[in-house]
């Protein structure tokens, strides 16, 4: 069966300071992954997707970055990080139809 | 402009109290509705997968149904561990990837 794997659960960081959270798929080969940040009360804001290796497609202009450098590993980066980039960022997976699949996410603060 | 409401923001029951959730759409051709449920701190746990008008699909206490503009998630009798944010979400058939629009959710508070 696949799992997917996403980490750290919680991180504190400055202002400032660089970001790389990360992203695994286990038991499935080739599969469309995405990253989506959660704010409190509000729906899940897509950030990044990817339909396959070095192919990465933003949805909205930011301070972050995303890259793929395996087939089953995303990648979620910023060199500077920012107040507003606080909050919950969850890792997704899917085949090329059906429903995506998530990770546990990762809650972000910034001081 | 493709869009997903999901109604009421809160609902509280009575464990045993029967109610629906209700999530309205707006999409330029619908691929897909699709229904999570999340806890708090966890990322969302898919439950079901809708196609076409008419369709239910079933699992425990909770029953999904879609029409041609909205979905309904029922909850018969449900109990404390119900508690949780309920997710719709639509894929469009435009979008060119396997792409979800989400609603805001609907958080339940089932209590003894």
């Known amino acids: 069966s696949q799992t997917i794997h996403q980490w750290p659960a919680t991180l504190v960081q400055p202002v400032g300071s660089p970001l790389s959270l990360e992203c695994t798929v286990e038991g499935t080969s080739n599969p469309n992954l995405y990253w989506y940040r959660q704010a409190a009360g509000r729906g899940l804001q897509l950030l990044f997707y990817s339909v396959g290796i070095g192919q990465i497609s933003s949805e909205v202009p930011q301070n972050l970055s995303a890259s793929r450098p395996q087939d089953r590993q995303f990648i979620l980066s910023s060199k500077k990080l920012l107040l507003s980039d606080s909050g919950f960022y969850l890792c997704?997976?899917?085949?090329?139809?059906?429903?995506?699949?998530f990770g546990d996410g990762t809650r972000l603060s910034i001081l | 402009e493709d869009q997903v409401t999901q109604s009421p923001e809160a609902l509280r029951l009575q464990e045993g109290e029967s109610s629906s959730l209700n999530c309205s759409y707006t999409v330029s051709g619908l691929r897909g509705l699709f229904w999570y449920r999340q806890d708090p701190g966890k990322g969302p746990e898919f439950l079901f997968t809708l196609y076409s008008a008419g369709e239910e699909k079933e699992k425990e206490r909770l029953k999904a149904t879609l029409t041609k503009k909205e979905s309904f998630l029922h909850i018969t009798a449900p109990k404390p561990e119900d508690s949780a944010t309920y997710l719709c979400?639509?894929?469009?058939?435009?979008?060119?990837?396997?792409?979800?629009?989400f609603g805001a959710g609907t958080r339940l508070a089932v209590h003894p």
């Open positions: 997704a997976w899917s085949g090329t139809r059906g429903p995506q699949h």
């Open positions: 979400a639509v894929q469009p058939f435009s979008g060119g990837y396997n792409k979800l629009i």
